[in-house]
């Protein structure tokens, strides 16, 4: 089957804009891609705001189509499991699935330079930095930006692709059509960086394959390993209440919070006032919106569906989205047939791993402190070790597999049925690891399979 080579704008240079040129690169269609930001090779626009990423399977399988994987493992550290650090004091391991399975830290801002690099190396690619999209004309497939100079610059497309972040101004024009849904929500908490350097030898100062978790109910401090060894860590906290950012408004009420909640990350952080007081207060945003696609404009990655970075999908999201509109792609030269399928099919997708996120914001607060919670995890590795034909825990199912968001949602939801019933026995604590437990789960297991 022959493929007509076509003409592809892309607005936005971040993440999935920056692979998304690639595989358009290497199928040898014209690419030329507009980023709002200065290029981020030359300046550090993340400083103080980027939220270190956790990079697993679905991301790994969309950067191994365009032979990307080798290069991004170069620069990412895995994570074998949560390193929680309990209030009192304690630290325990929770690992995140099978022996040798692990998430990756990798920097954002390193990750989008290796991205844009990769786009930048084919001669059918252009970049455009400092070029804000503020227009587009859906029936002539022409999108307006203005240049650093503030000049006008048309450019006309035979598909226009929308991958410009949780704040896209695509989708922003695609809201004035008729018949467009759009929610926009924003959570209670907000979060800041902050930095624990690499140790005086250069050593890691924690344990450096783990994402570190201090789970304090309300809130949490999480860190993520760095390759300088330094760790990046961000406080999860609400905006407005008793243990709050509106109350911590100096860097003298914040240091006293910490060496009440967070004394042994304190003592890592030798310059946590300049931090402080230098890094700001970031939102946190959820965005629901249909249809991703008007004529021949789609829109793709946060753009179509900015969710809550608890689950550590976001990009990973992103990712698949690039590689399922390929695997499409890949089979037909009908484009529109294409973008309608591609929305079609990784909008539900899209809903269940927003709501996956949300879960698991309140499952790295407040239950990794609960020792019933802990509890009913190792009864879970224990059916999973045993029985892996009938029992993926939902995190694998998301984490580390490629089925689908909402079919991990659906069977996550009839797990964690069984398990409330099975936590609800009032002899659990001592009866956990006998065989009538066991029993239990396995017969309503396989009860779902004959149904």
């Known amino acids: ?27 040898g269609h014209k690419v030329r891609l507009f980023e709002r930001r200065p290029d981020p090779r030359k300046t ?54 099978k022996p040798g399975q692990a998430i990756y830290s990798v920097s954002r801002g390193g990750l989008n330079v290796l991205l844009l690099d990769a786009a930048d190396s084919y001669d059918n690619v252009e970049l455009f930095f400092n070029h804000k999209c503020i227009d587009i004309d859906f029936d002539t497939n022409e999108v307006k930006f203005l ?23 695509i989708r922003n024009e695609m809201m004035k059509t008729e018949r467009f849904d759009y929610q926009q929500q924003y959570i209670s908490h907000g979060y800041k960086e902050l930095t624990i350097p690499a140790g005086d ?20 401090l999480i860190a993520l390993p760095n390759t300088d060894a330094t760790f990046t860590c961000t406080l999860f906290l609400p905006f407005e209440g008793e243990n709050s950012f509106s109350i911590l408004d100096t860097p003298a009420k914040a240091r006293a919070f910490f060496e009440e909640k967070f004394p042994d990350a304190l003592e890592l952080m030798p310059d946590f006032s300049g931090q402080w007081e230098q890094n700001p207060v970031s939102s946190l945003c ?15 990655g946060d753009a179509a569906h900015a969710i809550v970075p608890f689950y550590g999908q976001g990009m990973n999201c992103g990712f698949e989205d690039v590689d399922v509109l390929f695997q499409l ?19 539900p997708d899209a809903d269940a791993i927003a709501e996956l996120a949300m879960r698991n914001f309140i499952e790295m607060r407040d239950l990794t402190a609960d020792p019933k919670f802990l509890l009913q995890k190792k009864i879970e590795a224990r059916i999973q070790e045993k029985y892996p034909h009938l029992w993926t825990p939902l995190y694998s199912m998301v984490t580390f597999s490629h089925r689908r968001y909402s079919e991990a949602l659906a069977l996550g ?21 006998r065989g009538e437990v066991e029993e239990i789960i396995i017969g309503k297991l396989r009860e779902i399979q004959l149904t």
């Open 44 to 97: 550090n626009v993340y400083a103080g705001r980027s939220i270190n990423l956790a990079l697993s399977d679905r991301g790994w399988k969309a950067l191994k189509g365009v032979e990307l994987d080798e290069p991004v493992r170069r620069i990412a550290l895995p994570m074998y499991h949560r390193g929680l650090h309990q209030p009192d004091g304690t630290y325990m391991r929770q690992p995140y699935g």
């Open 286 to 300: 959820i965005i629901r919106c249909y249809p991703w696609v008007k004529n021949q404009t789609a829109l793709i």
């Open 413 to 433: 939801q009839i797990h964690e049925q069984i398990m409330a019933d099975v936590m609800n026995r009032p002899d659990i604590e001592s009866a956990w690891d």
């Open 201 to 220: 030898d250069g050593s890691f100062l924690l344990e450096n394959n783990a994402l570190h978790i201090w789970p304090r109910h309300e809130f949490m």
């Open 329 to 347: 792609l890949d089979h037909t030269d009908d484009w529109n047939a294409v973008l309608g399928e591609y929305q079609k099919l990784r909008k």
């Open 147 to 169: 240049d650093v100079a503030e000049n006008e610059v048309i450019i006309k497309a035979d598909y226009i692709f929308g991958a410009d972040g949780a704040f896209s101004a």
């Open 1 to 27: 089957m022959s493929f007509q080579r076509r003409n592809i704008v892309i607005s936005g240079g971040g993440l999935v804009g920056s692979l998304l040129a690639v595989y358009f690169a290497r199928r």
